[in-house]
């Protein structure tokens, strides 16, 4: 049952945004992936047609106005991960299906319909975000095994990132190709710059499991300030699917597992309050650039998937 009081403002149906549903053949499923609602009104999405190669797409709220956006990477992209910047631009990484690396570029819609390089090529499936004020730059990266790691974009890492396990203090950010699940170091993952400080979400007890086990492996909010050193906010999350952070970094929302229910979650920061805003298989996030609204992707299960727009 939904939350009391929810208001669902807006309701974007997938085969309306995938394309004109005259061209969808019975049968087909629609498929959206991450979302960014930047600061030119516009919800960006990346969408997929059963098994046809990935799109990159935006529309204005009211399902009108669909087009397709060319993200600006030197190749086919097989998936997308899109992160709105407080600079009103848009951290796209395009990960190439015949090379398996993966083009972090950074996306001016305002302006014209192509990309701006922000950072070359990195192995292995990841998805950027950076701070435009301060230059700070972290990627998530996972593999086939359900492995989450940090990864750092900026040139200075002086200040490395640590979180307390069990008394010793344990680096989380010094991302490593090809290194074990098995490994000491904790999975991190979904790094939410704000400012000086920095919020991420780590699993202590990931250690020796793999796929579906690690995935529900307990996670942890953090929140670390210039000593790089992560302080605990909220714990209780599991499988996070989506996050995303306002702009004046007030309002984390969360799409995954918590008590015992797949929802959508509102997080009070910096006390780390949190209540339900929806239930439902939610991933992709995105908050509005007026912090009032926010876009997700509801998953439909054997039907089109959708992306909702909600009320904070």
Same mark, same amino acid.
């Given at each position: =049952?939904?939350?009391?009081?929810?208001?669902?403002?807006?309701?974007? =149906? &997938?085969?309306?945004? @995938?394309?004109?549903?005259?061209?969808?053949?019975?049968? %087909?499923?629609?498929?959206?992936?991450?979302?960014?609602?930047?600061?030119?009104?516009?919800?960006?999405?990346?969408?997929?047609?059963?098994? $046809?190669?990935?799109?990159?797409?935006?529309?204005?709220?009211?399902?009108?106005?669909?087009?397709?956006?060319?993200?600006?990477?030197?190749? %086919?992209?097989? %998936?997308?991960?899109?992160?709105?910047?407080?600079?009103?631009?848009? &951290?796209?990484?395009?990960?190439?299906?015949?090379?398996?690396?993966?083009?972090?570029?950074?996306?001016?819609?305002?302006?014209?319909?192509? @990309?701006?390089?922000?950072?070359?090529?990195?192995?292995?499936?990841?998805?950027?975000?950076?701070?435009?004020?301060?230059?700070?730059?972290?990627?998530?990266?996972?593999?086939?095994?359900?492995?989450?790691?940090?990864?750092?974009?900026?040139?200075?890492? @002086?200040?490395?990132?640590?979180?307390?396990?069990?008394?010793?203090?344990?680096?989380?950010?010094?991302?490593?190709?090809? %290194?074990?699940?098995?490994?000491?170091?904790?999975?991190?993952?979904?790094?939410?710059?704000?400012?000086?400080?920095?919020?991420?979400?780590?699993?202590?007890?990931?250690?020796?499991?793999?796929?579906?086990?690690?995935?529900?492996?307990?996670?942890?909010?953090?929140? $670390?300030?210039?000593?790089?050193?992560?302080?605990?906010?909220?714990?209780?999350?599991?499988?996070?699917?989506?996050?995303?952070?306002?702009?004046?970094?007030?309002?984390?929302?969360?799409?995954?597992?918590?008590?015992?229910?797949? &929802?959508?979650?509102?997080?009070?920061?910096?006390?780390?309050?949190?209540?339900?805003?929806?239930?439902?298989?939610?991933?992709?996030?995105?908050?509005?650039?007026?912090?009032?609204?926010?876009?997700?992707?509801?998953?439909?299960?054997?039907?089109?998937?959708?992306?909702?727009?909600?009320?904070?």
């Amino acid at each position: =049952m939904r939350t009391a009081g929810l208001r669902t403002t807006l309701v974007l =149906m &997938a085969v309306l945004i @995938a394309g004109a549903a005259s061209s969808c053949r019975l049968g %087909e499923k629609v498929w959206i992936g991450d979302v960014a609602w930047l600061s030119d009104g516009r919800v960006y999405y990346e969408a997929r047609i059963n098994q $046809a190669p990935n799109k990159l797409r935006s529309v204005r709220p009211g399902g009108k106005d669909v087009r397709d956006e060319q993200a600006g990477a030197g190749c %086919e992209a097989e %998936e997308y991960g899109l992160r709105a910047l407080p600079n009103g631009r848009m &951290a796209v990484s395009a990960r190439c299906g015949y090379s398996g690396t993966t083009e972090v570029l950074e996306y001016d819609a305002g302006r014209t319909p192509q @990309a701006e390089r922000r950072a070359g090529s990195l192995s292995s499936w990841v998805t950027a975000v950076w701070d435009p004020g301060t230059g700070r730059g972290y990627f998530d990266a996972r593999d086939q095994l359900s492995c989450r790691r940090l990864g750092r974009m900026d040139v200075d890492a @002086a200040s490395p990132l640590y979180v307390d396990a069990a008394g010793d203090r344990v680096r989380v950010d010094n991302f490593t190709l090809g %290194e074990p699940c098995e490994s000491d170091r904790p999975d991190a993952s979904w790094p939410l710059p704000a400012g000086p400080d920095l919020y991420f979400f780590a699993s202590l007890q990931a250690k020796g499991l793999r796929g579906d086990q690690r995935l529900l492996a307990p996670q942890v909010l953090y929140r $670390a300030g210039a000593d790089g050193f992560g302080h605990e906010v909220l714990g209780g999350f599991a499988d996070v699917r989506g996050a995303a952070l306002s702009r004046d970094g007030g309002t984390l929302v969360v799409a995954a597992k918590r008590d015992g229910d797949w &929802a959508l979650w509102r997080v009070d920061l910096p006390g780390g309050k949190v209540r339900r805003l929806a239930d439902g298989d939610y991933s992709g996030v995105s908050i509005a650039p007026d912090g009032k609204h926010v876009a997700a992707v509801l998953s439909g299960g054997a039907d089109d998937d959708e992306i909702r727009v909600l009320q904070l």
